[in-house]
């Protein structure tokens, strides 16, 4: 069982930046792969951006490419989502989720096992 924390968002401008934390508990963190997931008023949960256990593969959806980086340290079981040259339309409600395993290659929100319950990312024009 992995339980997880998201913090870090909040109200910026347009081309300001953000990092995002997700703290986990338990013992078995550095076994999963993290992902990020975002969803925005009217819309479906889109995937982000995910990471294996190691830190050595990433992915990122098309839209943040260049703009937002992922990394995570096992030793404070912590998964980030530092974002940057934010834009309106990344205004969401931002979720990390636990893959089933220590891979990162999981884009579909009904892979992954354990969810957080969200922090608000709003940007303003």
């Known amino acids: 069982q992995v339980q997880l924390v998201e913090s870090g968002g909040g109200l910026v401008q347009a081309g300001g930046s953000l990092r995002l934390s997700c703290a986990a508990s338990?013992?078995?963190?550095?076994?999963?792969?993290m992902g990020w997931f975002r969803q925005a008023p009217g819309k479906g949960r889109e995937f982000v951006s995910s990471?294996?256990?190691?830190?050595?593969?990433?992915y990122y959806t098309d839209s943040v490419k260049g703009r937002f980086a992922i990394s995570r340290d096992n030793a404070k079981n912590t998964v980030y989502l530092q974002m940057n040259s934010l834009k309106p339309e990344d205004t969401a409600v931002y979720y990390c989720?636990?893959?089933?395993?220590?891979?990162?290659?999981?884009?579909?929100?009904?892979?992954?096992?354990?969810w957080g319950q969200g922090t608000q990312v709003t940007v303003s024009s």
């Open positions: 338990g013992r078995t963190f550095n076994m999963h792969g």
């Open positions: 989720a636990a893959a089933p395993t220590s891979r990162s290659d999981y884009f579909r929100r009904d892979e992954y096992e354990y």
């Open positions: 990471i294996n256990w190691s830190g050595d593969s990433t």
